[in-house]
């Protein structure tokens, strides 16, 4: 069955802190994979993508995220947040016959000033 | 330009009545998604269209579930006899085309609440 699964359900993290946050698939063929952002309030939206082409993603506001094809990961991170990165992010997937994302169960990210 | 927009943003209902959602996706795109976000079930996947026609009912959680799309445009989902376990966040999303590296754009959501 198709899964992707999140490893930390809630980081607390100061600001300038780096940070990584754990993201896992299980899909048949070729997958896409994306990372989404919730911030307080708002609604989803897309930080960066993956679907081919160089493993190492580079997103909005900094972000980005490594495809490691071995590892069946696609972690989000870095180098220094800001308290405006506190959010819920969900790390997502679908393959090439499009339609449906599976989600993880999402990461909520608190950042202290 | 205008995003994903979704109607009403919230509702409140009975056990037992019927709740129509509406969203309208971003004008030109053909694929629109719906999902439900809950607090025990994460982010599920109910439904999608390719213009008018939804290829996937999979995900749909019962027979109370369905949902239409017309003129490649509005859709509507609706759920009957509601229970207290549809309370959830109804998500609808668009995109260019069915297809996996398209990017779905989320709208705000209708937050369902069954008394």
């Known amino acids: 069955a198709q899964s992707v699964s999140q490893h930390n359900h809630h980081v607390i993290l100061s600001e300038a802190a780096s940070l990584e946050l754990g993201c896992n698939y299980s899909?048949?063929?070729?997958?896409?994979l994306f990372w989404y952002v919730q911030y307080p309030g708002q609604h989803l939206q897309l930080l960066l993508k993956?679907?081919?082409?160089?493993?190492l993603v580079k997103g909005i506001k900094g972000f980005e995220a490594e495809f490691i094809k071995s590892k069946f990961s696609f972690n989000l991170r870095k180098p220094s947040v800001q308290w405006s990165d506190t959010a819920e992010y969900f790390c997502?997937?679908?393959?090439?016959?499009?339609?449906?994302?599976?989600f993880g169960g999402g990461t909520r990210l608190m950042v202290k000033p | 330009g205008a995003g994903v927009s979704q109607s009403p943003s919230n509702k409140v209902t009975e056990k037992g009545k019927d709740v129509e959602l509406r969203c309208d996706p971003i004008?030109?795109?053909?694929?629109l998604y719906w999902y439900r976000q809950s607090l025990g079930q994460g982010l599920e996947f109910l439904i999608y269209?390719?213009?008018?026609?939804?290829?996937?009912k999979s995900g749909l959680p019962s027979d109370r579930f369905s949902a239409e799309r017309t003129g490649g445009s509005v859709s509507t989902l609706t759920i009957q006899r509601t229970q207290q376990e549809d309370s959830a966040v109804y998500l609808c999303?668009?995109?260019?085309?069915?297809?996996?590296?398209?990017?779905?754009?989320f709208g705000p959501g209708t937050r369902l609440t069954v008394l």
């Open positions: 999303a668009s995109s260019l085309f069915v297809s996996g590296g398209n990017e779905q754009f």
């Open positions: 899909y048949g063929g070729t997958v896409n």
């Open positions: 993956y679907f081919s082409g160089d493993p």
């Open positions: 997502a997937a679908n393959n090439n016959a499009g339609n449906m994302l599976t």
């Open positions: 004008s030109g795109h053909t694929a």
């Open positions: 269209f390719q213009g008018n026609s939804a290829p996937d």
